[in-house]
């Protein structure tokens, strides 16, 4: 596991990181709300995150977690500009991708892996509009989905968390993650919100 910022970090200027995408399944209530609680007001990205949901039911996902975080927290909307300290989730049965301009577009194009919405597509615009200024965190759940993205985040030279196994509710995302060896650190929850912190402000002063 690296000890120190990885060389994407260092070396792509000042503004090193632009946008955090988010990926839980099984068990991401607590995943989020630990993730998104530690990482305090006044972040200088937006965060994006696809959380498997029932697509029968409304979510109430928002508000659930808007209450647990200084960051402003709402459902994704189409052709929305991605904002700065303002976490944007995926809508129930709608893929959540990104431009290069940082806006926002939601789609029901085909299942992904029998998912909708899917971290693998959201990983995958993320990786092409920010390349190594973007980072992909996957925090627990079942299944594999978000791991072809991250592969391709780490292709593009961005940087990718993934919530240690032991400390997940359930195993199959990190360690689906992990497997493909993009991997740059593997965190317990609690410390993956002081890690981002510090990627995302590293050089900013």
Not at 149 to 169: F, H, L, M, N
Not at 189 to 201: A, Q
């Given at each position: 596991m690296p000890s120190q910022l990885p060389d994407t970090a260092r070396d792509t200027g000042p503004d090193t990181f632009a946008v955090i995408a988010v990926a839980a399944s099984a068990g991401g209530l607590h995943g989020l709300t630990t993730l998104l609680g530690g990482l305090g007001a006044g972040l200088p990205v937006p965060v994006l995150v696809v959380q498997h949901l029932d697509p029968r039911h409304r979510t109430v996902l928002a508000d659930i977690l808007g209450r647990r975080t200084d960051l402003d927290v709402k459902l994704a909307e189409q052709d929305e500009a991605a904002r700065a300290g303002t976490v944007y989730i995926a809508p129930p049965d709608r893929h959540l991708l990104v431009g290069a301009d940082g806006t926002l577009t939601l789609t029901r194009t085909e299942l992904v892996h029998f998912l909708r919405p899917s971290a693998d597509l959201l990983f995958e615009s993320v990786a092409g509009a920010y390349g190594p200024r973007a980072v992909a965190?996957?925090?627990?759940?079942?299944?594999?989905?978000?791991?072809?993205?991250?592969?391709?985040?780490?292709?593009?030279?961005?940087?990718?968390?993934?919530?240690?196994?032991?400390?997940?509710?359930?195993?199959?995302?990190?360690?689906?993650?992990?497997?493909?060896?993009?991997?740059?650190?593997?965190?317990?929850?609690?410390?993956?919100?002081?890690?981002?912190?510090?990627?995302?402000?590293?050089?900013?002063?």
């Open positions: 965190v996957v925090l627990t759940g079942t299944g594999n989905d978000g791991a072809m993205g991250v592969d391709a985040v780490k292709k593009r030279g961005g940087t990718v968390i993934a919530q240690d196994p032991q400390s997940a509710e359930f195993r199959g995302m990190p360690e689906a993650a992990m497997g493909t060896g993009a991997v740059d650190f593997v965190l317990p929850l609690e410390d993956i919100p002081t890690v981002i912190r510090g990627l995302v402000e590293f050089k900013r002063q």
